[in-house]
DNA sequence: TCTTGACCTTCCAGTTACTGGAGAGATTAG
DNA sequence: CTAATCTCTCCAGTAACTGGAAGGTCAAGA
C-alpha cells in the first residue's frame, strides 16, 4: 500500500499520515525501492486508532499513551479508564464555559436591535 | 502609566499588551525617554475591551473589528450584532460536538470496569 | 554614593497539530 | 513517448501568545 492508499484506508490526509511518523507517533513505515512508504493492514488499524482517538479530542501525547495500551497485551482498563475520564472531564469543563458563554452573548444579542443606530448592548459591555 | 500599569489596570500580561501593539491591534503607545512605553486611561479601556472580547472567543481580527465599531461614532448595530450572532453560532455549533463527544465518551467510560485486566470496551471502540 | 532588586527593552524560539507549496524524481495510462 | 498523477524532502505558515536571554533604567535603602 502506497500512502495515498493508507490516507484512505485510515481517513487521514497523506500529510498527517507522514506527520505521524515523523514525531514518532506510528513506527516508521518501510519504504519501496524508489524510497515510497508502504504500508500494511496493521499500520492502517493503528491510523485508524489514533485518528478516532484524536476525534475524542485526545492530545498526540494522549494518543501516544493510548496506542501504547492498545498494542499492550499487559495493559490494565484501569490505566485506559483513568485517560479516558480525564478527558471526560475536561470536555465537561469546556462544556460549563460554553454555557456560561453562550448564555452571556445570547441576552446580548437578543437585546441588541440590529438597526442602523449606533447604540447596542453588545458594545456597551464590551467597552 | 507604565506597561506593567497598565497590564494590571487591563487585566491583560505585560507580553499580550506589547503584542497587541505589535501586530498593530491596538496604537503603538508613546515612549519615555528611556524608551519606556507609556499608557493612558483611553489605551486601557481600548485592552479591556480586547480582553473581554477575548474571553467571548472572538478572534483578534474579529477584535480589530469590534474594536474599529467601538470607535466608531457612526457604527450601527446592525454590523456588531452580525458579529456577535455568528459567533454566537459557532459557540452553539461547538456546543452540539461537545454534546456528542460527551456522551459517547461518557457512555464508553461508564462501561468500563477500570480494574486489573485488559479487557476495555474504549479501546475496543477505538480500535 | 553604591548597590540591589524590580522594571523595562528587543529579539528569538517554542507551543499544537498540522497544512501548503516548491522543486524534483517515480510510475502509470494511453 | 508523453502527460498526468504520485511520491519524495524541506521549508514556511497558521493562532495567539509565552518563555527566556541579554542588557539598559529606575527608585529605595545602607
Same mark, same amino acid.
Given at each position: ?46 491510523? !485508524?486508532?489514533?485518528?478516532? +482517538? ?6 498526540? #501525547?494522549?494518543? *501516544? /499513551? &493510548?496506542?501504547g %495500551?492498545y498494542q499492550d ?6 490505566? !485506559?479508564?483513568?485517560?479516558? +475520564? ?6 465537561? #469543563?469546556?462544556? *460549563? /464555559? &460554553?454555557?456560561? %458563554? ?26
Open positions: 500500500m502506497n500512502i495515498s492508499a493508507a490516507s484512505k484506508a485510515s481517513g487521514l490526509p497523506v500529510k498527517t499520515v507522514r506527520y505521524y511518523a515523523d514525531i514518532g507517533l506510528v513506527q516508521a513505515p518501510s519504504r519501496s525501492e524508489a524510497g515510497y512508504r508502504t504500508y500494511d493492514n496493521a499500520s492502517v488499524r493503528k491510523l !485508524v486508532f489514533i485518528r478516532r +482517538s484524536r476525534e475524542f479530542g485526545f492530545t498526540i #501525547e494522549e494518543c *501516544r /499513551e &493510548l496506542l %495500551l497485551q499487559d495493559r490494565t482498563s484501569a490505566e !485506559v479508564k483513568r485517560i479516558a +475520564s480525564k478527558r471526560l472531564e475536561e470536555i465537561e #469543563e469546556k462544556q *460549563r /464555559e &460554553l454555557q456560561s %458563554l453562550h448564555d452571556e452573548l445570547a441576552h446580548l444579542v437578543t437585546s441588541c436591535r440590529g438597526d442602523h443606530r449606533p447604540d447596542c448592548p453588545i458594545i456597551d459591555y464590551l467597552g
